[in-house]
RNA sequence: CGGAAUGUAGCGCAGCUUGGUAGCGCACCGUGUUCGGGACGCGGGGGGCGCAGGUUCAAAUCCUGUCAUUCCGACCA
């Protein structure tokens, strides 16, 4: 390709919506611009990057015994109601109507359909197991779209549903899906890491998460992780051992104290003149629109997913000062937040952490302001009768498995795993005739992997000051010839025939042909991130040229056909 | 949806307070000098100021409404 006509577009300066480095540089290089909120064209050299994230991934899928197919974007509404996520789905999915005011929405995924596909093209036993995938754009009407590819509402998408006849083949689906993973994001050139997670809305049981780990805002979530062990969770779902905590109060007898204007847990260690660790917390929650009290020791936070599977609820948030008030009046109570307690609701939903199992003589709030109740134990509440774990992680806590101190990272999630089980096909009836000519639910599995978002992981992970810096399995085009002078007979003459050759040879490679100053050829070369450049410079009198790789590599002075073989070797072993 | 802010040329911005008919940098076109890390000079082209009303002799500037975008909080590949 030559320069001159190779459709680009580079700014100086950054765009001003951009918060992440990603952004920033997928504006400024000319690889997309923003059609409307997080929506994105994606220009020539962004596509060729996907087509290659694309092709590794179909690849890696068709090697791993699953086949090809492509479902529609728009899909009915009778489907979802069926499976019965039209009504729990959310706002995310983009609802729309036909000239009949027939219901429809754009795919957010493709459960429902695919589940139809294999209820109608999978009759008997012998056709399974069996694993379905397409690439494909999806649409979810998010409610804050940011981070440019990270988060946009329309992006592309590998989707794989797996359909067998018992546990055992889907588990083996399962980690051979969780292998072919590892090697796509290992081929793109990107370290992950396999993580426990919660399933959300997709649904079923197990599921992990392919996180690149990054430690800046793109990572949208926090991975608990153990260098002793493979313990690796997303923060939605890991568990840790805690260390010691003193967890009795110490009081010489139960009474209700005042406690004036304790508001928060700081305040109220405060005025005791206690640690957190004696005071039992108390959050209202509102989920699926019915109050829930959660109950926690008062130094850790509640995890809301955690939470939310406790109830299980679809939705779930804090109530609000006024909802509280409320609720307490419903209750016969006359209590603001900070002073609310399980005492006395016991028709409200409560949900206690595992950490108040252990507490004792402790400090807790009784539904009146002003007051707590101070040696206070858990036999005094005898609505609290189970325990579940809705803790948030932290750093310093313990593996669950080794019992090693656990770190905290940041993570972006650019794919998934999930066990779903019968989630689908028992609702939708989809069913095959077994061996027993009985007619049983599939077992599916579904495998996601974010297209563009991997794209956009791979510049948060590999890029400098200059710019992007592409891993040669990904790069929209290899390498860059730049010469210097195009006016220059030789230089240009020398410029034409390595990119011949190279063309030959079945490298992508661009030819600056323009009439630039060297600096800006530079610049520009830096910023789109070609892995390799050869420059053809004055040396070329004495028939040498400059090599450079993108990570920094330099050789001010060696021979072209030195460089042409040494692209050749290297593009062709990572490609092979 | 709650809180904050912004919409002026492809991009980044100034001009609005104190209304007088739109400007700067980058990019683009022409031209000359320059030529290994985003050169400089000269000369050009492009917008009527998100949209719709209103006030006024006159509106990018004031008023009303509306739409869009961005940021902060609750969601997820």
Same mark, same amino acid.
């Given at each position: 390709?030559?320069?001159?006509?190779?459709?680009?577009?580079?700014?100086?300066?950054?765009?001003?919506?951009?918060?992440?480095?990603?952004h920033?540089?997928?504006?400024?290089?000319?690889?997309?611009r923003?059609?409307?909120?997080?929506?994105y064209?994606?220009?020539?050299?962004?596509?060729?990057?996907?087509?290659?994230?694309?092709?590794i991934?179909?690849?890696?899928?068709d090697?791993?015994?699953?086949?090809?197919?492509?479902?529609?974007?728009?899909?009915?509404?009778?489907?979802?109601?069926?499976?019965?996520?039209?009504?729990?789905?959310?706002?995310?999915?983009?609802?729309?109507?036909?000239?009949?005011?027939?219901?429809?929405?754009?795919?957010?995924?493709?459960?429902?359909?695919?589940?139809?596909?294999?209820?109608?093209?999978?009759?008997?036993?012998?056709?399974?197991?069996?694993?379905?995938?397409?690439?494909?754009?999806?649409?979810?009407?998010?409610?804050?779209?940011?981070?440019?590819?990270?988060?946009?509402?329309?992006?592309?998408?590998?989707?794989?549903?797996?359909?067998?006849?018992?546990?055992?083949?889907?588990?083996?689906?399962?980690?051979?899906?969780?292998?072919?993973?590892?090697?796509?994001?290992?081929?793109?050139?990107?370290?992950?890491?396999?993580?426990?997670?919660?399933?959300?809305?997709?649904?079923?049981?197990?599921?992990?998460?392919?996180?690149?780990?990054?430690?800046?805002?793109?990572?949208?979530?926090d991975?608990?992780?153990?260098?002793?062990?493979?313990?690796?969770?997303?923060?939605?779902?890991?568990?840790?051992?805690?260390?010691?905590?003193?967890?009795?109060?110490?009081?010489?007898?139960?009474?209700?104290?005042?406690?004036?204007?304790?508001?928060?847990?700081?305040?109220?260690?405060?005025?005791?003149?206690?640690?957190?660790t004696?005071?039992?917390?108390?959050?209202l929650? %509102?989920?699926?629109?019915?109050?829930?009290?959660?109950? &926690?020791? /008062? *130094? $850790?936070? @509640?995890?809301?997913? #955690?939470?939310?599977?406790?109830?299980?609820?679809?939705?779930?948030?804090?109530?609000?000062?006024?909802?509280?008030e409320?609720?307490?009046?419903?209750?016969?109570?006359?209590?603001v937040?900070?002073? %609310?307690?399980?005492?006395?609701?016991?028709?409200?939903? &409560?949900i /206690? *952490? $595992?950490? @108040?199992?252990d507490? #004792?003589?402790?400090?807790?709030?009784?539904?009146?302001?002003?007051?707590?109740?101070?040696?206070?134990?858990?036999?005094?509440?005898?609505?609290?009768?189970?325990?579940?774990?809705?803790?948030?992680?932290?750093?310093?806590?313990?593996?669950?498995?080794?019992?090693?101190?656990?770190?905290?990272?940041?993570?972006?999630?650019?794919?998934?795993?999930?066990?779903?089980?019968?989630?689908y096909?028992?609702?939708?009836?989809?069913?095959?005739?077994?061996?027993?000519?009985?007619?049983?639910?599939?077992?599916?599995?579904?495998?996601?992997?974010?297209?563009?978002?991997?794209?956009?992981?791979?510049?948060?992970?590999?890029?400098?000051?200059?710019?992007?810096a592409?891993?040669?399995?990904?790069?929209?085009?290899?390498?860059v010839?730049?010469?210097?002078?195009?006016?220059?007979?030789?230089?240009?003459?020398?410029?034409?025939?390595?990119?011949?050759?190279?063309?030959?040879?079945?490298?992508?490679?661009?030819?600056?042909?323009?009439?630039?100053?060297?600096?800006?050829?530079?610049?520009?070369?830096?910023?789109i991130?070609?892995?390799?450049?050869?420059?053809?410079?004055?040396?070329?009198?004495?028939?040498?040229?400059?090599?450079?790789?993108?990570q920094?590599?330099?050789?001010?002075?060696?021979?072209?056909?030195?460089?042409?073989?040494r692209?050749i070797?290297?593009?062709?072993?990572?490609?092979?």
């Amino acid at each position: 390709m030559k320069m001159s006509k190779l459709f680009v577009q580079t700014l100086r300066e950054n765009p001003s919506d951009a918060e992440v480095v990603s952004h920033k540089l997928l504006v400024r290089a000319g690889f997309i611009r923003k059609l409307t909120s997080g929506v994105y064209n994606y220009l020539p050299l962004m596509w060729r990057v996907l087509k290659k994230i694309e092709n590794i991934t179909r690849e890696e899928m068709d090697r791993a015994g699953a086949q090809e197919l492509l479902m529609p974007f728009v899909q009915p509404q009778e489907l979802w109601e069926e499976s019965g996520r039209w009504g729990v789905y959310g706002a995310e999915l983009m609802r729309l109507k036909d000239r009949h005011e027939r219901g429809m929405c754009l795919g957010p995924t493709h459960e429902e359909v695919i589940t139809s596909i294999a209820r109608d093209g999978l009759k008997s036993y012998k056709q399974l197991p069996v694993n379905l995938y397409q690439i494909q754009s999806k649409f979810r009407d998010e409610i804050r779209p940011r981070f440019g590819l990270l988060r946009g509402r329309e992006f592309i998408m590998k989707d794989a549903y797996s359909f067998a006849t018992n546990e055992e083949d889907l588990m083996k689906e399962y980690q051979n899906m969780a292998q072919a993973y590892k090697r796509i994001f290992k081929r793109c050139g990107l370290d992950t890491k396999m993580v426990q997670s919660d399933s959300g809305a997709i649904g079923g049981k197990i599921s992990h998460e392919f996180m690149v780990i990054t430690d800046t805002d793109a990572g949208e979530n926090d991975v608990f992780y153990c260098d002793s062990c493979d313990y690796a969770a997303n923060s939605n779902h890991a568990i840790s051992k805690l260390p010691a905590a003193v967890v009795d109060g110490g009081f010489n007898k139960k009474e209700v104290i005042d406690t004036p204007n304790t508001h928060s847990i700081d305040e109220l260690a405060a005025f005791l003149k206690v640690p957190e660790t004696v005071i039992l917390k108390s959050i209202l929650y %509102i989920a699926d629109s019915k109050p829930v009290l959660a109950l &926690i020791r /008062a *130094d $850790k936070q @509640v995890e809301e997913t #955690k939470l939310m599977n406790a109830v299980g609820a679809n939705e779930i948030r804090i109530a609000t000062a006024g909802e509280i008030e409320e609720i307490m009046r419903e209750h016969g109570f006359d209590a603001v937040a900070g002073f %609310i307690g399980p005492k006395g609701l016991n028709d409200i939903n &409560i949900i /206690a *952490d $595992k950490t @108040v199992y252990d507490m #004792k003589n402790f400090v807790v709030g009784i539904n009146q302001t002003d007051k707590h109740l101070v040696g206070a134990s858990l036999s005094d509440f005898p609505n609290i009768d189970k325990y579940y774990d809705i803790r948030l992680c932290e750093a310093g806590d313990f593996c669950p498995q080794c019992g090693k101190p656990l770190k905290v990272t940041r993570g972006i999630e650019v794919g998934n795993i999930f066990q779903l089980g019968t989630k689908y096909s028992e609702p939708m009836n989809a069913v095959y005739t077994d061996v027993d000519g009985k007619n049983k639910p599939f077992i599916m599995g579904c495998y996601g992997i974010g297209i563009s978002r991997t794209a956009a992981a791979a510049v948060e992970a590999h890029h400098d000051e200059h710019g992007i810096a592409w891993p040669v399995a990904i790069a929209p085009y290899h390498v860059v010839i730049v010469p210097v002078n195009i006016n220059d007979e030789l230089q240009i003459q020398t410029a034409n025939r390595l990119y011949e050759e190279l063309q030959r040879a079945g490298i992508e490679v661009v030819l600056d042909d323009r009439d630039e100053r060297a600096g800006v050829k530079f610049k520009d070369a830096d910023l789109i991130g070609f892995p390799y450049r050869i420059t053809v410079g004055k040396t070329i009198t004495e028939g040498l040229v400059e090599f450079k790789t993108r990570q920094g590599e330099v050789m001010d002075k060696i021979s072209p056909q030195d460089a042409v073989y040494r692209i050749i070797a290297e593009v062709n072993k990572i490609l092979a």
